[in-house]
């Protein structure tokens, strides 16, 4: 009897063993991969002609990120030069330091500042501040749709005359839609209003398209519009830009 309630013990003990064994363990979900800190890219263009005309034409620029949410502080800067037969026809230089913070999933408020040199558009350097807020009517992976609205503050100086001082009211609305794995659409729109002179303002839109090539690089088309409507005296209106772009993600 020892022996047998010994045996049917062991029996028992082992069933156990093997059910424990085949039952699933609890094992603990996989940690999401966080967020980088820092992202930016880097691009450059370049075309060029020879024979009757030597034509050349180079633009450069770049974007930094440092994201510690909530916060986002970004840097840029963007370069273009154009000559024929060795005198430039064309060159622009433009930069933008912001910062912004988010209040809720949608809402986030910003502070900016804004360095464009165009001497080609009768800018001479213009320099100005941009405080605001902007929510997010759509905020999906694959589609955003935001709207900001800000006041601030430009100083210019022109080409021709003298330079001024206006405060103006800024709207602005960025499109991101990313159709695949590998490419996306963008579009930013901004419109800038002198509250001194009603009929001074600014617009400006940027359609880009990216596709990916590899993990690292990308091949950018992007298209800028620019339209003043009270230009320097004797320059035109509109400005734009057309380019084609490889840019190096990191």
Known sequence: MPFRRFVLSLSLLCAAAAAAAQAPCPCPAPTPTPTPLWTGNAQLSYAGTSGNTDTSSFGAGFQLFYKPSPWTFSAEFAMLRASTDDI????????????????????????EGIY??????????RVGGTAGAGYKIIDEKSLLLRVEAGIGYTHEDPVIGDSFDY?????????????????????????TDDLDNSD?????????LAADLTSIFALKASYIYLYDN??????KKRDTITSIALVAKF
């Not at 464009?116 to 350097?125: C, E, I, L």
């Not at 009211?169 to 419109?191: C, H, I, M, P, Y």
């Open 167 to 191: 405060a103006a009211a800024r709207a602005g609305l960025n499109f991101a839609w990313k159709f695949s794995k590998s490419a996306q659409f963008t579009e930013d729109v901004s419109f």
């Open 88 to 111: 430039v026809t064309a060159e622009s230089y433009a930069g933008k330091l912001r910062a912004s913070r988010d209040l809720t999933a949608r809402i986030d408020v910003f502070a």
């Open 200 to 208: 001074d303002w600014l617009f400006r839109s940027t359609t880009a």
């Open 230 to 235: 009270v230009p320097t005296p004797g320059f």
């Open 116 to 125: 464009y040199r165009n001497t080609f558009a009768g800018v001479d350097s």
